[in-house]
């Protein structure tokens, strides 16, 4: 059994550019959560996505945007980049909107440059 | 504004004795507390809960410690192994899910 993938690993951007992050989540989950970590700190909630729609959302710009599928993998959008958005971007999917049971991947890093 | 705070970045400790990290928080509305163990290239991976109206839980070697009055929480780790070594984050869920900024914890053989 998968459990949370992320694509890509590693990126590499400069300010101003637009960057997308997809998750697969683990089989079964049907909630997808994304995280920011930037180094040093803990993971920071961006938003939530159940049933395709955008449910809870973090202390985040507008900047930030998500997808949720029929298949329930997401996407993560960034426009406008900026140097403080490298970070460590988190991806956990869980059932029915359940903070408990949160399963995380591995993360993608992501360097502004 | 961080709502759950983990004071001590780093924590070393003798191989079978134990560990104890510890945590903090503000919002008296956080219903359930969750402690991860994160290993370097790796998402965090859950370790052990509580809910609110409990103030003690226990999973083998990990104990986790509630205090409602206080507003804090531990982990003890009994007895530490090399293999514990990792950072571990607190976290406590109401509307939405918050991070602590993690303890490094390293077990020394």
């Known amino acids: 059994d998968a459990g949370v993938t992320q694509s890509p690993t590693h990126l590499i951007k400069t300010r101003g550019q637009q960057v997308t992050l997809r998750c697969s989540p683990k089989?079964?989950?049907?909630?997808v959560s994304w995280y920011q970590q930037a180094l040093g700190q803990g993971p920071q909630f961006i938003f939530q996505y159940y049933e395709e729609e955008e449910r809870q959302r973090g202390n985040f710009p507008d900047r930030f945007s998500g997808h949720q599928f029929p298949n329930y993998s997401s996407e993560l959008n960034v426009n406008a980049l900026l140097l403080g958005d490298s970070a460590l971007y988190l991806c956990?999917?869980?059932?029915?909107?359940?903070?408990?049971?949160?399963?995380f991947g591995p993360g993608t890093r992501l360097l502004v440059l | 504004d961080q709502q759950v705070k983990q004071n001590s970045p780093s924590l070393s400790v003798q191989e079978g004795r134990i560990s104890i990290l510890n945590c903090d928080y503000t919002n008296s509305m956080f219903d359930y507390f969750l402690w991860y163990k994160k290993y370097p290239a790796e998402g965090p991976t859950f370790l052990i809960s509580?809910?609110?109206?409990?103030d003690k839980n226990e999973d083998g070697r990990f104990t986790v410690f509630l205090n409602k009055s206080a507003k804090h929480l531990s982990l003890h780790i009994v007895p530490s192994q090399p293999g514990d070594s990792a950072v571990y984050f607190c976290?406590?869920?109401?509307?939405?899910?918050?991070f602590g900024t993690g303890t490094s914890l390293t077990v020394i053989p």
């Open positions: 956990a999917s869980s059932l029915d909107r359940g903070w408990e049971t949160q399963y």
């Open positions: 089989s079964g989950h049907d909630t």
């Open positions: 509580i809910s609110s109206i409990k």
């Open positions: 976290a406590a869920s109401g509307n939405q899910f918050y």
